[in-house]
């Protein structure tokens, strides 16, 4: 435990000179007359169109925690609903919901099916971005995966009765983990700022657009840029990452801001990256893409595979930008676990690796059902 714990250490080291390098190349695109139209854009509409939902959502499900229901009492009461429970847990948008049914798995209150269905059903923080960009696809995918997470837990609870691994990790994670010492000052600003965020983020959901200029500079636009910029700047300084936020932050209002801004962070990359392949290929590779035909699906299933949000925030990306199917993207849903997959990997190894392997099937068969059918 204690070498784990040394390890989850230098990690946190490695990752926040990651976030600084990271930041430093967001920053330099500004310095360029091409690349500045590009972060400009693609910050903006990342903040309005995704951080203002994400931010009201966490806000939500925060309320909703404050109700002090007791989710482990709910499951030893209604055992015969422990998969469809833990489904719905993780189909809720982000990865608090998959690692919380991993935490009942190691308590024995719930079974391997069980986290079977959450990570199956979880698409982890890509559904943010796919919810406020394509709510209608979101009302069908979600529900697909979260479907799909019940009947296939089901399928393998009677052959996996002994793959329960109790260990306590939290305990001693909690004492060794950095501190977040951003003062509570900046969270509260940034909370006061999400509420004018989420009246652009309505708005443009209903495709009204406002602009206010001042000496030529449209106020909105800078707006929603420097607070995409704060985001991204909150992201930076903050030793946690967004797994111990969801899985052991205390506070609620810096949850809500701190997975906000991680969210903000990738989305951001996914926008800006598309931009500047698409610019310096001039759209060939994007097109070329129709070229694959089927292995689409199954090239959106395997990046499934890769840990953690951001590869996934890409695939979604994509997908609401119209360059692969919706069966590439029901495949990614079902086969991704996002953050969710790296504390399963440090609480129970075995049941994290076997389910990522186990969900590959229902990926596959539900991707290419859908692909041949549907289109």
Same mark, same amino acid.
């Given at each position: 435990?204690? +070498?784990?714990?040394?390890?989850?250490?230098?990690?946190?080291?490695?990752?926040?000179?990651?976030?600084?390098?990271?930041?430093?190349?967001?920053?330099?695109?500004?310095?360029?007359?091409?690349?500045?139209? %590009?972060?400009?854009?693609?910050?903006?509409?990342?903040?309005?169109?995704?951080?203002?939902?994400?931010?009201?959502?966490?806000?939500?499900?925060?309320?909703? +925690?404050?109700?002090?229901?007791?989710?482990?009492?709910?499951?030893?009461?209604?055992?015969?609903?422990?998969?469809?429970?833990?489904?719905?847990?993780?189909?809720?948008?982000?990865?608090?919901?998959?690692?919380?049914?991993?935490?009942?798995?190691?308590?024995?209150?719930?079974?391997? =099916?069980?986290?079977?269905?959450?990570?199956?059903?979880?698409?982890?923080?890509?559904?943010?971005?796919?919810?406020?960009?394509?709510?209608?696809?979101?009302?069908?995918?979600?529900?697909?995966?979260?479907?799909?997470? &019940?009947?296939?837990?089901?399928?393998?609870?009677?052959?996996?009765?002994?793959? &329960?691994?109790?260990?306590?990790?939290?305990?001693?994670?909690?004492?060794?983990?950095?501190?977040?010492?951003?003062?509570?000052?900046?969270?509260?600003?940034?909370?006061?700022?999400? %509420?004018? =965020?989420?009246?652009?983020?309505?708005?443009?959901?209903?495709?009204?657009?406002?602009?206010?200029?001042?000496?030529?500079?449209?106020?909105?636009?800078?707006?929603?840029?420097?607070?995409?910029?704060?985001?991204?700047?909150?992201?930076?300084?903050?030793?946690?990452?967004? %797994?111990?936020?969801?899985? @052991?932050?205390?506070?609620?209002?810096?949850?809500?801001?701190?997975?906000?801004?991680?969210?903000?962070?990738?989305?951001?990359?996914?926008?800006?990256?598309? +931009?500047?392949?698409?610019?310096?290929?001039?759209?060939?590779?994007?097109?070329?893409?129709?070229?694959?035909?089927?292995?689409?699906?199954?090239? #959106?299933?395997?990046?499934?595979?890769?840990?953690?949000?951001?590869?996934?925030?890409?695939?979604?990306?994509?997908?609401?930008? =119209?360059?692969?199917?919706?069966?590439?993207?029901? =495949?990614?849903?079902?086969?991704?676990?996002?953050? #969710?997959?790296?504390?399963?990997?440090? @609480?129970?190894?075995?049941?994290?690796? &076997?389910?990522?392997?186990?969900?590959?099937?229902?990926?596959?068969?539900?991707?290419?059902?859908?692909?041949?059918?549907?289109?």
């Amino acid at each position: 435990m204690t +070498e784990l714990v040394m390890q989850l250490g230098r990690k946190f080291q490695y990752l926040r000179f990651s976030k600084i390098m990271l930041f430093s190349c967001i920053l330099t695109l500004f310095f360029f007359e091409q690349t500045r139209e %590009i972060l400009l854009f693609s910050a903006s509409d990342a903040y309005v169109a995704v951080s203002s939902f994400v931010g009201v959502t966490l806000i939500i499900f925060v309320f909703l +925690e404050k109700r002090n229901f007791n989710l482990q009492r709910f499951i030893e009461k209604n055992k015969n609903y422990e998969i469809p429970t833990s489904a719905f847990l993780g189909v809720i948008p982000g990865c608090g919901g998959a690692i919380m049914v991993m935490s009942l798995y190691t308590r024995g209150v719930v079974s391997f =099916g069980s986290v079977l269905a959450a990570l199956i059903a979880t698409m982890g923080d890509a559904a943010f971005l796919l919810i406020a960009s394509k709510p209608q696809a979101a009302l069908v995918i979600l529900p697909v995966t979260f479907l799909t997470g &019940i009947v296939f837990g089901y399928l393998v609870k009677p052959f996996t009765k002994n793959f &329960i691994n109790k260990i306590s990790l939290k305990k001693d994670l909690n004492k060794n983990l950095p501190k977040n010492k951003i003062p509570k000052n900046f969270y509260s600003f940034w909370l006061i700022c999400l %509420i004018p =965020g989420i009246i652009l983020g309505v708005l443009n959901a209903f495709q009204i657009e406002i602009s206010f200029y001042i000496f030529g500079i449209d106020l909105i636009h800078s707006f929603s840029f420097i607070l995409a910029m704060y985001c991204i700047l909150l992201w930076v300084f903050n030793p946690l990452t967004d %797994i111990q936020m969801a899985s @052991i932050h205390e506070n609620s209002l810096r949850r809500v801001a701190d997975t906000t801004c991680f969210v903000t962070v990738w989305v951001i990359i996914a926008f800006v990256t598309y +931009e500047l392949i698409d610019l310096s290929t001039k759209g060939l590779i994007f097109d070329s893409l129709k070229y694959f035909g089927p292995f689409i699906p199954l090239m #959106a299933i395997i990046i499934g595979f890769i840990p953690g949000c951001g590869p996934q925030i890409m695939i979604t990306s994509m997908y609401v930008s =119209g360059q692969i199917p919706m069966s590439a993207q029901i =495949g990614n849903s079902i086969s991704n676990d996002g953050d #969710a997959l790296f504390p399963a990997i440090a @609480i129970s190894a075995k049941a994290a690796i &076997i389910a990522t392997l186990y969900s590959a099937i229902p990926a596959i068969f539900i991707a290419y059902l859908w692909y041949y059918l549907i289109g």
